[in-house]
């Protein structure tokens, strides 16, 4: 029976030599495979490959190996990379409206969120990203964000004052800083870890998710829930590697892009309160993380403290499109 089991093991590794794909999509993005924006562009791959039956791979490049937070726009460009999951400032230069998702305090809720990004707004921030020769595909989430620092906790407004940030490249993101006080250093992600623990910088800004696979923890002392943006992704693919992609298997990978976006959002959403209790153990356990959550009233300031950035992005992003986005129910 064992021989049996055996030579059944060895002919399906046989079998899936012989059946080779015949196209190979590289996907490239730069958090741990852990999260969900990792997992789901694992999921995706294997959707492809069942959906397609084993013609089409799809290779995940996870924490940058491939392409780094900039590099990888140019690397689809030219058809280098095939898929990529920026967050949104990662698209400052090329489509600056884009850094609309980066305003402070912009979503009431997960709900209002979601509404958005389905609405006319994320169509027409869609189709900007595809006039500059990109497929946009869907949105994915990565959490609200939340501040961190090592040194000294960031509570009220002025807490930020004197310390430095690292930030993403978004003009938005400086200027929510500067309002309260703090000072800037754009850094790409695969960085922030060493930046943290040299002082290169004191005090972040995360989603949990990006905070606990990257272990954040280890490098800073302090983590405020408060909720004060949004870090979330458009998928994006190389429109010259699209166009000359066969249209037989065009439809199966746009199927399992779909499945690929619901499974990332449902877990996103699952993912948030299993790491703040992971935090919360932590901080007890080893005494070196201290946890604040911020009172509504605490909030309120902080909204207030930065209501000041929108006036400043009117002509950027477009007043219009601002107001287009508190709107939605
Ligand atoms: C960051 O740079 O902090 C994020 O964009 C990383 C990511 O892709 O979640």
Known sequence: ??????????????????FAADY????SHVVSASTPKGQAADFFAKRVNELTGGKVEVAVFPNAQLYN??????????????????????????VPEIQLFDLPFLFRDTKHLHAVLDSEVGQILKDKVTAKGFVALDYWD?????????????????????????????????AQMKA???????L??????????????DAAENPLSNFVTKKFNEVQTSLTISEHGYLGYLVIMSERFWKKFPDEYKGKVLQAMKEATEFERKLAAEDDAKLLAQMEEYAK???KLTIYKL????KAAWAKAMEGVYPQFYETIGEDLIKKAQAVK
Not at 180 to 186: C, E, N, T, Y
């Open 69 to 94: 937070d900039d590099a990888v726009m140019k690397a689809l460009k030219i058809g280098n990379a095939h898929i990529a999951i920026p967050s949104f400032s990662k698209f400052t230069s090329l």
């Open 285 to 287: 356990s080893t005494g």
């Open 142 to 174: 990565a959490g609200f964000k939340h501040f961190s620092s090592n040194k000294k906790p960031i509570i009220n407004p002025e807490d930020a004052a004197g310390q430095k940030f690292r930030i993403m490249s978004s003009k938005v993101l400086e």
């Open 1 to 18: 029976m064992k021989k049996f089991i055996k030579l059944l093991t060895a002919s399906a590794v046989l079998a899936s030599v012989a």
């Open 188 to 201: 790409p992600f695969s960085e922030v870890y060493s930046a943290l623990q040299q002082g290169v910088v």
């Open 295 to 298: 009172t509504p009233e605490q």
């Open 24 to 27: 190979t999509i590289k996907l």
């Open 180 to 186: 309260v006080g703090g000072s800037v250093q754009v």
